[in-house]
């Protein structure tokens, strides 16, 4: 669990960099001229990408599922608030053709752009580099507003059990 805003904020720029790194990988792919690598690559990057941003935030199923009811139901109405559609769910390969269809125009440039000599291939990275980073860091995102949402649920509640806890300074001591 996120103990701190600190904590989280070192969390998010691990992810940051993460998405980076995957975005070149994607790049890298990108630019070799056969059919479909592009697309296959991306899907596997991204299976491997999401889960791992979404278990650094406590997002992943299997942390929501520990926590205690009000505590989950917070985290899925916050995942609900943002319009996630990868935080605390199980990545699938279906999941993740269905988000990279909604970015159909990007992907499908990038298939073309890559037949056109020299230039292609490097358009096809560009493009491929630039979609794999704004689908990371959306994800990255909207894990840090729920995460930040769930900490400041958390630290509220600590300070009403506080402000509950009856006065034991020295004054009201037994030897008055």
């Known amino acids: 669990m996120i103990e701190s805003i600190e904590e989280l904020d070192a ?39 999401i889960p791992k941003i979404n278990e650094q935030f406590g997002l992943s199923p299997e942390q929501i599922n520990g926590l205690d009811t009000p505590s989950k139901l917070f985290v899925m109405t916050a995942i609900s608030n943002t319009g996630s559609k990868l935080a605390g769910k199980y990545i699938t390969k279906k999941l993740i053709v269905m988000l990279l269809r909604n970015m159909g125009v990007k992907v499908a440039s990038k298939g073309v752009a890559k037949f056109v000599p020299f230039v292609g291939s490097a358009v096809a990275g560009g493009i491929s580099f630039t979609a794999m980073k704004y689908m990371g860091n959306s994800h990255v995102e909207d894990c840090y507003q ?28 037994k030897a008055e």
């Open 11 to 49: 969390i998010r720029k691990s992810c940051h960099s993460m998405v980076t790194k995957s975005s070149s990988l994607s790049a890298g792919t990108a630019i070799i001229p056969i059919p479909g690598l592009d697309i296959g690559s991306d899907v596997a990057i991204l299976m491997r990408l």
């Open 146 to 173: 729920i995460a930040l949402a769930t900490l400041e649920k958390e630290r509220r509640e600590h300070e009403i059990v506080i402000e509950l806890e009856p006065d034991v300074s020295p004054s009201h001591s």
